[in-house]
């Protein structure tokens, strides 16, 4: 008799594997165990072997400290079972069940590689648009359709387009896809569930706002990270730089709307060319900024009740360390060099 391990814990924690095997027939019995101590031991012996094959004559152990307990010999010679043990240093010396060793863990080895194979091409799986099922969650977490969005405008305006002829040319279904309402960390537009009494249907885009200070400085609205319901409004420059934001209570504050002059134009949408300047309508468009490109929603079908849901699914997204405010960032400079050059 000898044991294995540990391993990687299994279901129940179960990290360690107790092998006998009988001299004469060559039966293996093998049973994984969470624990190795000598009452885990003594129930495989009785349960494994006396209970199905009888009391054996004898048990030859390996050197582990859980078989040469007083507790153990005393057992097995309650029942009649002379217990011995292989030479120390001489692991040959118990060769059967050593060589039985090999191939369970040869085995066990051979299994987990197997189930490692997939995870090669996950990453690949997840980052492929697939017609059938939509856009992958890495698209929605790495800000792919930002990017993309920003990417055809850039190469509207690189035509000479005006700001609003580039705008208006971008599909209502991508934008739409770049609201973060839509994405699966958050439960979806059309799921099953909370986000049916949360946001609504999406009915039409508005368009893309453009937020700009008194001194003309273009800023931009930071996004809400996948995993919040809540986050801070904060308006930053091409350069990353805080120029405004919304505070929760007072509209003294150096930074908040009204101080800084923020007004907001739409460009493509509904909304083309409308602008606002009253502090109340820049800030609620500036709210609805953080979760992507603005949309009418409808909550009198579903009756929601317009409260904005995370999904528990959405924390997977710590693991993927989305860095929200750099691509973010990289998107504006892009912009900057593309207007300037």
Same mark, same amino acid.
């Not at 609003?164 to 991508?174: F, G, Q, R, T, Y």
């Not at 493509?268 to 909304?271: K, N, Y």
């Not at 409308?274 to 502090?279: K, N």
């Given at each position: 008799m000898d044991l294995l391990g540990p391993y990687t814990a299994a279901p129940g924690g179960r990290s360690?594997?107790?092998?006998?095997? %009988?001299?004469f027939t060559k039966w293996v019995e093998v049973e994984a165990l969470k624990n190795i101590r000598t009452s885990d031991v003594r129930a495989f012996i009785w349960k494994n072997i006396m209970t199905r094959f009888g009391i054996p004559q004898a048990i030859v152990f390996d050197n582990g400290p859980q078989f040469e307990t007083p507790k153990l010999k005393e057992w097995l010679a309650d029942h009649g079972i002379h217990s011995c043990f292989a030479s120390v240093g001489r692991p040959q010396a118990n060769g059967q069940v050593e060589a039985f060793n090999k191939i369970i863990s040869e085995g066990i080895k051979k299994k987990l590689d197997e189930a490692k194979a997939p995870l090669q091409w996950l990453s690949s799986l997840l980052n492929c648009p697939n017609s059938n099922v939509g856009p992958t969650r890495y698209q929605w977490d790495q800000g792919y359709f930002q990017q993309e969005i920003y990417r055809r405008v850039s190469a509207g305006l690189a035509e000479n387009q005006s700001f =609003?002829?580039? !705008? =208006?040319?971008?599909?209502?279904?991508?934008a739409f896809y770049d609201y973060i309402g839509n994405n699966p960390a958050k439960g979806g537009l059309f799921r099953a569930g909370s986000m049916d009494n949360g946001d @609504?249907?999406?009915?039409? !885009?508005?368009?893309?706002?453009?937020?700009? %200070?008194?001194? @003309?400085?273009?800023?931009?609205?930071?996004?809400?990270?996948?995993f919040f319901e809540t986050f801070p409004v904060v308006l930053i420059d091409g350069d990353g730089i805080v120029r405004a934001d919304v505070p929760f209570r007072r509209a003294e504050s150096k930074y908040s709307v009204e101080q800084v002059g923020?007004?907001?134009e739409f460009y493509?949408?509904?909304?083309n060319g409308?602008?606002? =300047? %009253?502090?109340a309508t820049v800030k609620k468009y500036a709210r609805r900024a953080q979760l992507g490109e603005i949309f009418e929603l409808d909550r009198a079908t579903l009756k929601s009740d317009g409260v904005f849901r995370s999904s528990p699914r959405g924390w997977f997204t710590f693991g993927h360390a989305s860095l929200y405010g750099n691509t973010q960032k990289n998107i504006h400079r892009e912009r900057d060099d593309t207007h300037k050059s």
């Open positions: 360690y594997v107790v092998v006998a095997v %009988d001299y =609003s002829e580039a !705008w =208006s040319k971008i599909p209502e279904k991508l @609504g249907i999406a009915v039409g !885009w508005l368009g893309h706002p453009i937020f700009r %200070d008194k001194e @003309g400085r273009e800023l931009f609205v930071r996004r809400m990270p996948t923020v007004t907001v493509g949408g509904e909304l409308v602008s606002y =300047s %009253d502090p």
